[in-house]
């Protein structure tokens, strides 16, 4: 795996065909967690080429951004981002929104028109432990991401 000081991760995010930064959300959001990162030790942040994925949440055509927990690493904190039975932090960004869940697994899919996200989570979610298999499919609808009880 690519792995090297936040430098490199940075610059690496303006060569054509690598990351792409587009609005300020994403930008807080990078911002957000080099600072967590930082805050630990002097951590460095470092952000694999795939980590900011950009996707149509919202059906509207135009390109939101998925940032992955499981594409980001701090160096004196190994399990910042993904850790423990509950998966990694999944930032999801649709303009200056951003959502943070926590998945073991996603995957972006339609449903006629409709893009649906499937967050892989914690069986807890669905009344067990974490050996239940649970899924929670998120909508974006009326500025929000939206799912079966609200949570």
């Known amino acids: 795996m690519f792995r090297s000081g936040l430098l490199i991760a940075f610059c690496l995010l303006l060569i054509p065909g690598r990351i792409t930064l587009a609005g300020s959300g994403t930008d807080a959001v990078v911002e957000a967690v080099q600072a967590e990162c930082a805050a630990i030790d002097g951590g460095l942040l470092t952000l694999e080429a795939d980590a900011i ?12 951004e998925v940032i992955d927990g499981r ?19 999944l930032f999801l960004v649709v303009g200056e929104s951003v959502t943070e869940e926590m ?22 979610r669905c009344g067990g432990t974490n050996l239940r298999s649970c899924v929670k499919a998120l909508v974006w609808s009326e500025g929000a991401f939206r799912a079966i009880g609200g949570d």
């Open 53 to 64: 994925q950009r996707l149509d949440l919202t059906g509207d055509g135009r390109p939101d």
């Open 71 to 89: 594409d980001l690493s701090c160096s004196s904190s190994r399990t910042l981002f993904c850790g423990g039975t509950g998966g990694c932090r």
């Open 103 to 124: 998945s073991k697994g996603w995957k972006l899919v339609r449903l006629g028109h409709l893009p649906v996200l499937l967050l892989q989570v914690h069986g807890s």
